[in-house]
């Protein structure tokens, strides 16, 4: 007799699909949070890489590297600032200082420097590619002293020995081109968060150079004039200690706050045992 295997039934029992089941199970701004953080990590990193690079490769290019862009580079100065002042008391007076102090610049920079005075009321100076030195008139007509103008332009001088042009535009260019092969196209508000961690970091490389360029500056008018007197006058003037940044203000400046940097130099000055003196006069 064979015995047949009951065999056991299994009951089919229709489910009903769970609605969240596509939802997220974190909270949309943890999401956000861990972007934004990994952009800004990202954007760090390839800085700090990009500074490291191109500071390495700056040191390769020679002091003549400027020569042949003076004139360009004059021009295109003109064409954004104003006419330039070429001759007249003031413009001859600067022009015979700003020659004086490149006899005391290192024997390595083979630039051909060049003055540049804008006829505008600006307080300001800087350095250019081409080894052009702008100063506005507006800075000339407020000076005190022949020594305040010696320092800014030995600043601007500084700029130049070190490179500081060549290194921003460096880290500008190679910046870009990393961002833009690790991010492509971007919408506009990834392309702010992969930028904002920059905007504190480039600060503060710019406050670096600011302070690497009075060091240099006042070794300079120490040389010459063999003191320091003068040298901080620009900046008390126009320091206002009611009118200092915050922390964070602070960190986003491109320069040294005016009270740390006249202590700085102040410090440097007794370092280098160029105590006080007599300022010379300086024409209007």
């Known amino acids: 007799m064979r015995h047949r295997q009951r065999a056991d039934h299994v009951k089919y029992t229709r489910r009903t699909p769970d609605s969240t089941v596509n ?3 974190r909270h949309p701004l943890v999401d956000l949070a861990w972007l934004s953080g990994g952009l800004a990590g990202l954007t760090i990193i390839v800085f700090l890489t990009a500074g490291l690079i191109v500071d390495a490769l700056v040191k ?3 002091s003549t590297a400027d ?3 003076a004139n360009t580079i004059s021009t295109q100065l003109e064409k954004s600032f104003g006419e330039a002042i070429k001759e007249g008391q003031l413009h001859d007076e600067t022009q015979r200082l700003f020659d004086t102090l490149a006899t005391y610049l ?4 083979l630039r051909n420097h060049k003055l540049l005075v804008i006829d505008d009321d600006t307080v300001n100076a800087m350095a250019a590619p081409g080894g052009v030195i702008v100063v506005f008139r507006g800075l000339l007509e407020q000076a005190n002293s022949e020594n305040e103008v010696a320092f800014v332009l030995a600043h601007e001088y500084g700029h130049l020995y070190h490179k500081h042009h060549w290194q921003r535009l460096g880290r500008g260019l190679f910046f870009g ?3 833009a092969v690790v991010f492509g196209q971007q919408d506009a508000f990834q392309s702010q968060l992969g930028m904002a961690p920059l905007t504190g970091l480039q600060q503060r490389h710019n406050r670096q150079d600011e302070s690497q360029a009075d060091q240099f500056a006042l070794n300079v008018v120490c040389r010459h004039y063999g003191h320091a007197s003068g ?8 320091a206002n200690p009611n009118d200092e940044p915050g922390l964070l203000s602070a960190f986003m400046m491109t320069h040294p706050l005016s009270s740390d940097r006249i ?3 102040q410090r440097r000055a007794i370092d280098l045992d160029c105590g006080g003196g007599e300022t010379t006069p300086w024409v209007r």
Do not use: E, K, Q, V
């Not at 901080?232 to 003037?237: G, M, Q």
């Open 60 to 62: 390769y290019i020679p």
């Open 67 to 69: 020569n042949g862009l």
């Open 231 to 238: 040298a901080t006058d620009f900046f008390a003037r126009h």
């Open 177 to 179: 081109a990393i961002m």
């Open 106 to 109: 290192p024997a390595d920079d």
């Open 23 to 25: 939802l997220p199970t």
């Open 263 to 265: 202590a700085d130099l």
